[in-house]
Structures are given as structure tokens and as C-alpha cells.
């Protein structure tokens, strides 16, 4: 079938925003729709969706700020505070209603590179079949400067190295997602059709719903590429740190929040490509535990231990022949001593 053209090719940009106050936030917002102005294509429109935010004249300066912005901006308002996945959701089902067939998620301080909008249309014409398709990042200060990597934090310098490996193209990537890669996309590098966004909506988790998405994306059997050469900026303060790691009560707290929400997105993901007869319990289950080894590393490096070695010994209580053939000895010899404490 014939990709859509004119009105209906357009590409509807999700953008959740909240306001507490902080000056910066609406400055970066100013910044994140003049990176949309200046689209090399201009069939693009955004649907821009206040979390229900408290500060004051919130409502206001989106309402002026989208009339002032050359394309065609919706201001959308969510009833409750109910983080940007929900907020995110609104906006999906807008564009469905208003006829859009692709979404594409930028967060409300990152940039889409000039020409986002060109790529993406003319690789899901060219591919008819394809569902979902991933960018790069650059990271960016609160200036706009690039990042040195060796100033980037151990979180972001493993997402800068997982993003030089072989892309993830067609369908079921979901095992090698799970368990080689932490992420290979933050929303502001998502683009998908709109009717996978509706089927696969955010869950109401308010941290790392993003990678809980990605999985159940994945998992359910949809077709995946990489679009190359349109890098989104994706801003990284040089002072104040993590913002999601302080709102969620530092780093322990967030990476809690984070395994909890990242394995719900996965074993949703493995029962779906279960029920599809695209993988056996048995598959899901040592998916499972080499996401937990995984997963383990990941947050010992991020500076929470104590939940990384929680994660290894759930890895081998869940499937003692896989964490065996996927751990490495200092991680089996841990899990062992920590068996034998009393």
C-alpha cells in the first residue's frame, strides 16, 4: 500500500511538558519548537500536553507561546500530574483522532536535529511494513554545548557506546534489546506509527516508562529500523545532576523504581511474543534472567550495589543454567556467598 501523502503524511510531534516554576524549563521549551521551525520539511505538526502543572500562568504561556510558533501547535491539558508517559499518551490519541499516521516523542528540553521530519517520512515510505523506527543522540549541556564523553556520567557513557553497535533492524529484536543493550533509544529519539503508539500505550509508571515501552514495542512483533544521520540533542545539565534521579528521591530510589518498571515492560513483552508463538516459556524465562545480569550491572555501575547483586541473585533463582552460562565467576561466587550468609 502506498504511503499516505500531503495532509496525512504529516508527522505529529508529542512533546509532554510540566512547569514547577524553574525559569529554565520554559526557556528549553522555547528552544525544543524552534528546533521543529527549523524542519529542512515542514509537514510536521506538535501536540504540545501540560502535565498538570502548578506554577503559575502555566496555561497562558503555552497558549501564547504556541501561537507564536510558525506550524501548527496543540495545546493539550492533562486533568491529574501523572508523569510524561501518560502525558504522552494524550497526544497519541489526538493525532489518531486528527488523522496522523506517525508520531514522533520529543521531550520538552531536547532538540530534533533540521532534518527529522525528511528522514522519517521518506523511510516509512520507503519501508511500508515498518512500525518503528529509532535515531541517535548527541548529548548537549544546558547551553547547548556537546558533551565530552568522558564527562558524561557512567549511565550515559554506556547508552553513548550501546548506540555504536549494529542497529536493530526487523522484527522480533526484542531478546537482543532485553539483554545486550540498556537502551537503544530515549524517547526523543522514537519515531512510530501512530496506530503502534495507540496498541502499546505508556504505562502509568512515572519513571523509565520509556524502556518499559520499548519492550512491549518490541515484543509485540513490530518491525524496527534506524534512521541514520538526524541525531536528537538530548540535554544533559553539567551542574544539579539527574533530574528524574531527584525527583524520584535520588539514585537508589530511581534505580529501584527502575528495575520495577523495566522488568513489569518486559515480562509483559515476553508473555506477548509468547501468546504469538514467537518464543516458549522457556525462551521468556532465560530472556528474563540474562535482562537481570544485565540489569544488575547496569546499576552497581550507576552506584546502587546493593540492588545489582539483588538483581544477580533473582537472575539465578529464576534460571540457575542461564545465570550460570551468563554470569561471570565473581558474579556466581557473589550470589553463592551471599546464599551461604546467614
Same mark, same amino acid.
Given at each position: 500500500? !502506498?504511503?499516505?501523502?500531503g495532509r496525512e503524511a504529516t508527522v505529529a510531534f508529542v512533546v509532554p511538558y510540566f512547569d514547577d516554576g524553574l525559569a529554565w524549563r520554559r526557556e528549553y521549551l522555547r528552544l525544543t519548537l524552534a528546533s521543529l521551525e527549523r524542519q529542512s520539511d515542514t509537514s510536521w505538526c506538535a501536540y504540545l500536553v501540560d502535565d498538570a502543572s502548578p506554577a503559575h500562568g502555566t496555561r497562558e504561556f503555552l497558549d501564547h507561546l504556541a501561537a507564536t510558533v510558525s506550524?501548527? &501547535?496543540? &495545546?493539550? *491539558?492533562?486533568?491529574?500530574? =501523572?508523569?510524561?508517559?501518560?502525558?504522552?499518551?494524550? =497526544?497519541?490519541?489526538?493525532? *489518531?483522532? #486528527?488523522? *496522523? !499516521? @506517525?508520531v514522533a516523542y520529543l521531550d520538552a528540553d531536547d532538540l530534533a536535529h533540521p532534518n527529522r521530519v525528511a528522514a522519517v517520512? =521518506? %523511510?516509512?515510505?520507503? /519501508?511500508? /511494513? @515498518? +512500525?518503528? =523506527?529509532?535515531? #541517535?543522540i548527541e548529548f548537549i549541556d544546558e547551553r547547548g554545548r556537546p558533551w565530552a564523553r568522558e564527562g558524561l556520567l557512567p549511565g550515559l557513557r554506556m @547508552? +553513548?557506546?550501546?548506540?555504536? %553497535?549494529?542497529? %536493530?533492524?526487523?522484527?522480533?529484536?526484542?531478546? /537482543?534489546?532485553?539483554?545486550e543493550r #540498556?537502551?537503544?533509544a530515549i524517547p526523543s529519539a522514537m519515531n512510530l506509527r501512530t496506530e503502534l503508539a495507540r496498541r502499546v500505550p505508556f504505562p502509568a509508571k512515572p519513571f523509565c516508562e520509556d524502556v518499559a515501552t520499548l519492550?512491549?514495542? @518490541?515484543?509485540?512483533?513490530?518491525?524496527? +529500523? *534506524? &534512521? !541514520?544521520?538526524? !541525531? $536528537?540533542?538530548?540535554?544533559?545539565?553539567? /551542574?544539579?545532576? $539527574?533530574?528524574?534521579?531527584?525527583?524520584?528521591?535520588?539514585v537508589d530510589a530511581f534505580n529501584r523504581m527502575r528495575c520495577a518498571n523495566e522488568r513489569e515492560g518486559l515480562e509483559e513483552a515476553i508473555a506477548c511474543a509468547v501468546s504469538r508463538g514467537a518464543a516458549d516459556e522457556q525462551t521468556g524465562r532465560a530472556v528474563l534472567c540474562r535482562y537481570l545480569i544485565r540489569i544488575g550491572r547496569t546499576v552497581t555501575a550507576d552506584g546502587s550495589p546493593d540492588l545489582g547483586r539483588a538483581q544477580l541473585r533473582q537472575a539465578r533463582d529464576l534460571d540457575p543454567k542461564t545465570f550460570a552460562e551468563h554470569a561471570t565467576a565473581v558474579e556466581r561466587a557473589e550470589t553463592e556467598a551471599d546464599r551461604a550468609a546467614p
Open positions: 500500500m !502506498p504511503f499516505p501523502t506550524g501548527t &501547535v496543540t &495545546v493539550l *491539558h492533562a486533568q491529574r500530574n =501523572a508523569g510524561a508517559g501518560q502525558a504522552r499518551n494524550l =497526544a497519541i490519541e489526538a493525532a *489518531h483522532r #486528527d488523522g *496522523h !499516521p @506517525l517520512r =521518506a %523511510l516509512f515510505a520507503a /519501508e511500508p /511494513e @515498518l +512500525d518503528f =523506527a529509532y535515531n #541517535d @547508552l +553513548d557506546e550501546q548506540q555504536r %553497535l549494529p542497529k %536493530l533492524r526487523g522484527r522480533e529484536r526484542w531478546i /537482543e534489546q532485553a539483554v #540498556d537502551n537503544i519492550f512491549r514495542y @518490541l515484543g509485540s512483533g513490530a518491525a524496527i +529500523d *534506524h &534512521v !541514520p544521520g538526524i !541525531p $536528537s540533542g538530548y540535554r544533559v545539565p553539567r /551542574e544539579g545532576g $539527574s533530574a528524574s534521579r531527584r525527583q524520584s528521591g535520588g
